[in-house]
């Protein structure tokens, strides 16, 4: 764990665009990760780079040789970074529209039966879900979430599993109230009802606090959206298994089998993952000792959940001579406070001050948040709390004890 290590944090945070000043707003404390989190520097180097270069893919020169070794280097990067051997990984133009696309594949391309999902997802697999259901004329089953812990367990899909389920959807974590599901435990569930089913994985907002393992998770699908982890918008990424693929695909007439990718893709996608995983092994590299990339990245991870769990648990209960988040009067903290399950998010609503004026508040002194709205986004998580909006903080590897302290102070004097 960094967060006591006062050069290691330094060196940290000098590896991101804007850690402490928006170039509109002036300084500023960024609270606002699962909203996209910083940049990083080498990035924005290497987005500039791949921007300026005119030639495409698969000729016969120099620079068309360059790019198509970027792409393959980042696709072994990501294949280290998921952990998994197997399977095809390809951008596309948002996580959301990956999302749209697995889950209309699996809908669409298996036999008549059944979908599932739950209610505690984004709308980016819950909506593509119901459509492609409807349009392919399959029940959708809906688990229920649970509204106190904002979780959905692998019992709540076992009740309401069936052997007619041919895909099922999961969320890694909610943006909503921070809190992970069992993946493992959910996909374990569903296969022992439906051993065949194609099982989807929204990681969009999981992403960005390390620990994904792909290898471990006995699923199909797997999306992210990489301007939350550190890298930039207008891109995201997907993991397809084999059998996934060897579904009826959107592709070329006589094309190459099992090819996701409709027209050119920017290099510069691909090659700002791979800085994104060199950043891994460097972070991996500053809390242990290990000598080996994917356990480099894997400490990275640990390190990540433990400086952030210290953040979470100092902005819940407070530090010093700070009142947290539960000390608040009136106060509603989505998915409970004491959750172990929680990552790096805390979402809240006062009784005596509205959502709304608390993020302009915490605004008009430079500290940003998000306010979440009872809405098609957040809705399904806000309703049945009776709660018309939230004020989320979301926290990342890169805030400081310091930061945290600044915020419990603001809350103090608004909520007063």
Known sequence: MFTNNSDLMTAIRGRFAHVDSCPFQGPRIFF??????????????TSALFAAIPDNQ???NAASHALVGKITQARADMALFFNTSGGRFFVGESGTELSFRLIRTAVMGTPDGAVIGSTVEHPASRSAALHWANIAGKPYISVPHDDATGQVTAAAYARLMTPQVRVATILHTSPVTGIANDVAGISAAIRAVSPEAIIF???IQHASHGRIDIASYDIDGYVISPYKLFSRHGYGIAWASDRLTGLSLETLANG????????TRDTGSYATFSDVVRYFEWLGDQVSEQADPRAKIEAAGTAIHDHEQTLTNALLYGTGNLPGVVDLPGVTILGGADNPAREGLVSFALDAVPAAAIVEKLNAQGIRTHLRKADHYSGNILTPLGLEAAVRVSLCHYNTLDEIRTLLAALKDIAE
């Open 256 to 263: 190459p089998a099992g090819n996701w990718e409709l027209g």
């Open 32 to 45: 606002e990760n699962a909203g996209g989190a910083l940049t990083l520097n080498s990035v924005v180097d």
């Open 58 to 60: 698969g000729r016969d």
């Open 201 to 203: 994985v929204d990681g």
